[in-house]
């Protein structure tokens, strides 16, 4: 069975810094991409970044970029969201979700399943 | 980016009804939409890949259709169970982008 557990959320001031961590189990971890979603108290779904199952290809949303920083460690199949500078706004649960499938031939199934169970993430003074 | 303009934002539906939802991207993107179900307090989970493709587990009363720029999401018979919210998501291209929401509630 394919599990994904976040962890590493709480309470950190603005400007700020937090490291999440995503263990994943039940697949090779190597072949998938893996993305961070993140969804504000009462507001809806935002994506916030994907690593490549290399590592080697990263992306972000725009209002994280220059900030947090996407990565993993494929030998302890666990994904990482290091956020810096945070701000009020970044006030969400974090999802941690696997690609579907794997790519191939340039096309990703950039559909996301399983999800994680989330990790508040709380920023205030 | 490519915005994904969900309606309505809630329905009011009773048990055994028929509900659709609608998602419109700004562009084209083909087949690339996925529909996620989310109960309170809960992960999302996925319902409907590629538009029109069951992900294993869930019922047939779910069904996926569209292409290009308007998508349907239906549930033909809604189940206790299906009182949620669901999102639409593209994967054409990045930033990877969701629809509002709709909350399917009890009528």
């Known amino acids: 069975e394919v599990q994904l557990l976040e962890s590493g959320g709480g309470l950190v001031q603005p400007g700020g810094s937090l490291r999440l961590s995503c263990a994943a189990s039940?697949?090779?971890?190597?072949?998938?991409?893996m993305s961070w979603v993140r969804q504000a108290p009462g507001k809806g779904l935002e994506w916030v970044s994907t690593?490549?199952?290399?590592?080697?290809?990263?992306y972000y949303a725009d209002s994280v970029k220059g900030r947090f920083t996407i990565s993993r460690d494929n030998s302890k199949n666990t994904l990482y969201l290091q956020m810096n500078s945070l701000r009020a706004e970044d006030t969400a649960v974090y999802y941690c979700?696997?690609?579907?499938?794997?790519?191939?031939?340039?096309?990703?199934?950039?559909?996301?399943?399983?999800w994680g169970q989330g990790t508040l993430v709380t920023v205030s003074s | 980016d490519i915005q994904m303009t969900q309606s309505p934002s809630s329905v009011s539906a009773s048990v055994g009804d028929r509900v659709t939802i609608t998602c419109r991207a700004s562009q084209g993107i083909s087949n690339w939409l996925a529909w996620y179900q989310q109960k309170p307090g809960k992960a999302p989970k996925l319902l409907i890949y590629a538009a029109s493709s069951l992900q294993s587990g869930v019922p047939s009363r779910f069904s996926g259709s569209g292409s290009g720029t308007d998508f349907t999401l239906t549930i033909s018979s809604l189940q206790p169970e299906d009182f949620a919210t669901y999102y639409c998501q593209q994967a054409n291209s990045f930033p990877l982008t969701f629809g509002g929401g709709t909350k399917v509630e009890i009528k």
């Open positions: 039940g697949f090779t971890f190597s072949s998938y991409a």
């Open positions: 979700a696997k690609y579907l499938g794997s790519c191939s031939g340039g096309s990703c199934p950039r559909w996301f399943d399983p």
């Open positions: 690593i490549s199952g290399s590592g080697g290809s990263t």
